[in-house]
């Protein structure tokens, strides 16, 4: 491992960056150096500029693989390096405001049947039913459900921060009955070694296969049940800062976008065309 980028994993470490977004970081640190055949520390702003084009332009990476790279050069160049001065050479990707995909109530319990390994099946259960990112669902150890005061402790979410959620009855019988056929020790969820959790490429590919055999033709994901939860809540009634605490967003303005997604205002709006006193389904 080269100093540089030990000096960058332990700025990761301090300023308690996830671990997968470390790996993340120093993985696209790593890429450009190997493309470009040299150090980092010895690039010039110009040149990193145009490794972005390069990514951008000729290999047409994905809009979320661009976004890595950028957050993983600005915090080099930003906290390792400390070269203020190559920001502006690396300057953050405009984001396109898209709405979340959101199922049905209807769609959610279809796929969900459709899911026949028991494991996986539970895992979507606990997406959907308290609301939780893959990564937090499948990191879930026994001591984080507590029956007494139906809440689930949800430790290291995004940001390293700890939250409480509601567990839901159905979902604590439908944990119960998993754990009954696995009897686990100390992760809900464990993978092959019972001493780490399940990775999440298992239950990505599993829900995937579920939605096709299902027939829910919208680009579905794991995170789809968890806007799909929260927008759920909020057509119920449940306030918006409340969701916003279950969630574990830091700003209310991230938890706002549901509400361009939440239809109940919508099915109560007449549509103008229903108001006029004629017969247009007839082509008589």
């Known amino acids: 491992m080269s100093e540089l980028r030990r000096k960058m994993s332990t700025d990761l470490r301090i300023r308690n960056y996830a671990e997968r977004t470390q790996e993340i970081y120093i993985a696209r640190v790593a890429e450009m150096a190997r493309h470009l055949g040299r150090s980092p520390d010895a690039l010039k702003?110009?040149?990193?500029r145009d490794y972005l084009r390069f990514l951008k332009e000729e290999r047409e990476v994905s809009r979320s693989a661009f976004a890595q790279v950028v957050a993983a050069l600005r915090f080099l160049y930003r906290e390792t390096l400390d070269r203020p001065e190559m920001m502006p050479h690396i300057p953050y990707p405009r984001q396109k405001k898209r709405h979340p995909v959101v199922l049905s109530p209807e769609e959610v319990a279809l796929w969900l049947k459709a899911i026949k390994n028991l494991k996986h099946r539970t895992v979507a259960l606990v997406l959907y039913g308290a609301g939780l990112r893959l990564?937090?669902?499948?990191?879930?150890?026994?001591?984080?459900?507590?029956?007494?005061?139906?809440?689930?402790?949800?430790r290291h979410g995004k940001g390293d921060a700890d939250r409480l959620v509601v567990l839901s009855v159905v979902?604590?019988?439908?944990?119960?009955?998993?754990?009954?056929?696995?009897?686990?020790s100390?992760?809900?969820?464990?993978?092959?070694?019972?001493?780490?959790?399940m990775g999440v490429s298992p239950i990505q590919r599993a829900l995937k296969a579920a939605r096709q055999r299902a027939g829910i033709l919208k680009p579905a994901?794991?995170?789809t049940l968890r806007h799909s939860y929260a927008t759920h809540l909020l057509e119920a009634g449940t306030d918006l800062r409340v969701i916003q605490t279950l969630l574990g967003h830091r700003s209310l303005r991230t938890t706002q976008i549901y509400t361009h997604v939440a239809t109940d205002r919508l099915r109560?709006?007449?549509?103008?065309?229903?108001?006029?006193?004629?017969d247009l389904t007839s082509l008589e």
């Open 45 to 48: 702003g110009e040149e990193v």
């Open 135 to 154: 990564s937090e669902a499948v990191a879930l150890e026994l001591r984080d459900i507590d029956s007494d005061r139906m809440v689930i402790t949800v």
């Open 171 to 184: 979902l604590l019988e439908a944990l119960r009955r998993y754990w009954l056929s696995n009897r686990s």
């Open 186 to 197: 100390i992760y809900l969820f464990p993978g092959k070694d019972p001493e780490e959790p």
């Open 221 to 223: 994901s794991a995170h």
């Open 268 to 278: 109560g709006t007449v549509s103008p065309l229903d108001t006029l006193d004629a």
